[in-house]
């Protein structure tokens, strides 16, 4: 599946994907994938469990809303 308006993949998280978070909330949502190369090839991701607390966390202070954030493995990989 590759890049879309809704769709982003990002071989790691930074703050500054918060924009994009942004912009899906502005929009008709999206969906961004952390961990994957601009072709969508799962790389995985170091600190997932953290990630699961930090970007939820990171979005409702500077933005005031509440996203969903899942972990996905493929063959193992997160």
């Known amino acids: 599946m590759p890049e879309q308006q809704n769709i982003e993949w990002k071989e790691s998280w930074q703050d ?3 924009k994009w978070i942004c912009g899906f ?3 008709q949502g999206g969906k961004l994938y952390i961990g994957c190369d601009d ?3 799962v ?3 170091q600190d997932s469990k953290k990630l699961l607390e930090d970007i939820p966390n990171k979005v ?3 933005m005031g809303i509440i996203v969903g954030v899942n972990l996905l493995t493929h063959e193992g990989v997160y």
């Open 25 to 27: 909330a502005n929009a």
């Open 43 to 45: 790389v995985g991701i």
């Open 16 to 18: 500054e994907y918060l």
């Open 39 to 41: 072709r969508g090839n």
């Open 60 to 62: 409702r202070e500077t």
